[in-house]
């Protein structure tokens, strides 16, 4: 059964913290490079940080230094902590393998709002 569980989101200041989780099917997740994406409000879905089946990690320039991908493998999960967030960090955010297209199963996303 191929599954992609992202939660976590919600409503935050700027400059608060949110760490987000990604449940995901072994068929999806084992041995593959795993990624979180955001859709912004009119903007397409783009990449926001990677991490490879060797745990190594890339962030997008925008959100390096705030945001950290993570992975456990015994548990088919990603996590992305993200800090001293900003309202251009608002968006739906979802994982998927990488790369991973529009023509790929995604799950339902979840939304993070940053805003005063």
């Known amino acids: 059964q191929v599954q992609l569980v992202e939660s976590g989101g919600g409503l935050v200041q700027p400059g608060g913290s949110l760490r987000l989780s990604c449940a995901a099917s072994?068929?999806?997740?084992?041995?593959?490079?795993m990624a979180w994406y955001r859709r912004a409000p009119g903007k397409q879905r783009a990449v926001v940080a990677v991490?490879?089946?060797?745990?190594?990690?890339t962030y997008v320039d925008s959100v390096k230094g705030r945001f950290t991908i993570s992975r456990d493998n015994a548990q088919n999960t990603v996590y992305l902590h993200m800090s001293s967030l900003k309202p251009e960090d608002t968006a739906v955010y979802y994982c998927n393998k990488m790369p991973a297209g529009p023509y790929d199963y995604w799950g339902q996303g979840t939304q993070v709002t940053v805003s005063s």
């Open positions: 991490v490879t089946s060797g745990n190594t990690t």
């Open positions: 072994g068929s999806i997740f084992n041995r593959r490079d």
